[in-house]
């Protein structure tokens, strides 16, 4: 047996040497318990601070550690996807370098899954340390609205911090789409899965790199990836207005028969605005799927490493 632990990074080197020796200690625990072997893989999402630096260091110093230097910013779900490729473990465990998921929870998530003989063990967050409300309204939002638009009944209040099998992860390797919504798509490959619930603590250091405009950019990224709801709902809102249009229409033929003028050129302009602003939005949203589908026709890779430590 053995434990591959994927950690992506981007700007953490406030973080990264604490973290790793947790991650360590955690993974030296489990070797004790349960005889697995580890490898801790570190993936440097184009970091412009000492990260990469810090990664060359902890390898010279301990060769399980393991080190991949993507040759720009991907994005976090194509780092996650890079570690997951290199990774040889039985298990993998994904988790941030922020330290706000604890690796000590390595030992019983791995107990966990052999137990139940789950294929994935995923953290589900009972409290959110450090978080501002807005934040958390948002997440809670989030998943929410997530599980009512898509196809597949995503855990609500999970990361990506999770514990995966071999066989999973080889699926996931597998999959060709490039617009990666992790969490989503361990949900869409099925197997035994299982919660395990934590306190999630606030970031050890430095600030987040997930931003609101980021979370806006991941969330349509959740929606567009799993689910044609929004493009029903164009069709939906667009009946809609066709029979408001059509009452309209002819209560003002009424009116005109009768030889009054309908007043107020203001309501006329409201209308107007009403409906190009709803078809501009809803030709957004087309252009959205489109524009993944461009994408995904030119068969570009998903990450491009440019170091690797073996």
Not at 148 to 172: A, E, Q, S
Request: aromatic letters at 12%.
């Amino acid at each position: 047996m053995k434990i591959s632990v994927v950690v992506p990074c981007f700007n953490e080197e406030e973080c990264l040497t604490r973290t790793y020796e947790r991650l360590a200690q955690a993974c030296r625990d489990l070797q004790a318990k349960h005889g697995a072997a580890y490898e801790i893989i570190f993936v440097d999402d184009g970091s412009k601070d000492k990260t990469w630096s810090l990664i060359e260091t902890l390898h010279t110093s301990d060769k399980n550690v393991h080190g991949i230097r993507l040759a720009r910013n991907f994005g976090f779900q194509a780092a996650l996807a890079a570690g997951l490729n290199r990774s040889t473990g039985t298990r993998v465990m994904v988790i941030d370098a922020d330290l706000q998921d604890p690796p000590e929870l390595l030992v019983p998530m791995w107990e966990r899954m052999t137990e139940t003989e789950a294929s994935v063990v995923y953290g589900q967050r009972l409290t959110r340390e450090g978080e501002t409300w807005m934040k958390k309204i948002t997440a809670a939002g989030f998943y929410r609205t997530l599980n009512w638009i898509t196809d597949i009944n995503i855990p609500i209040d999970t990361g990506d911090f999770r514990l995966m099998d071999r066989p999973v992860v080889d699926v996931i390797n597998a999959l060709p789409e490039n617009d990666r919504f992790m969490r989503g798509l361990v949900t869409w490959v099925g197997f035994k899965q299982e919660a395990y619930q934590y306190h999630r603590d606030q970031r050890f250091a430095g600030v987040t790199k997930f931003n609101y405009r980021r979370m806006l950019l991941f969330a349509i990224d959740g929606i567009t990836s799993f689910s044609i709801k929004p493009l029903r709902l164009a069709v939906f809102f667009g009946g809609i207005l066709i029979v408001a249009c059509m009452f309209a229409a002819a209560w003002a033929l009424f009116q005109w028969g009768k030889g009054e003028v309908v007043p107020g050129w203001a309501s006329v302009f409201i209308v107007q605005l009403m409906i190009g602003s709803l078809q501009l939005f809803m030709l957004g949203m087309i252009g959205e799927y489109v524009g993944r589908s461009f994408l995904q026709g030119k068969g570009r890779p998903l990450f491009i490493v440019a170091k690797e430590l073996k």
